[in-house]
């Protein structure tokens, strides 16, 4: 059974930092890709982040370049992602999902987690 689960969600005030991790169990962990999504209140669920589980290679949408960093820890099978210089518009419910293709679309993974709530308030 697939199953993903995040943690890590929380208030922060703006220029504030958390770490949000996934941990994935249920799948051959090295074919997959982990993908980072948020979705804000009326708002379509967007990609963050992604990174490979075989390479570790990365990928970031434009608007978290040099503040979000994904990693992952292969012995533990979890995924990571520390967002520093957090901003108001960063407030969303944070999912992190498994996919073989990857990519920051929505449609190209398989397994989504339940989402945990990222607030960034003053």
């Known amino acids: 059974q697939v199953q993903l689960v995040e943690s890590g969600g929380g208030l922060v005030q703006p220029g504030g930092s958390l770490r949000l991790s996934c941990a994935a169990s249920?799948?051959?962990?090295?074919?997959?890709?982990i993908g980072w999504f948020r979705q804000a209140p009326g708002k379509a669920r967007e990609g963050v982040s992604c990174i490979s589980s075989s390479d570790g290679s990365t990928d970031y949408v434009d608007f978290v370049k040099g503040r979000f960093t994904i990693s992952r820890d292969n012995a533990k099978n979890m995924v990571y992602l520390q967002m520093n210089s957090l901003k108001l518009e960063d407030t969303a419910v944070y999912y992190c999902?498994?996919?073989?293709?990857?990519?920051?679309?929505?449609?190209?993974?398989?397994?989504w987690g339940q989402g945990t709530q990222v607030t960034v308030s003053s």
């Open positions: 999902a498994a996919g073989l293709r990857g990519g920051l679309l929505p449609y190209e993974y398989d397994y």
């Open positions: 249920g799948f051959t962990w090295d074919y997959y890709y």
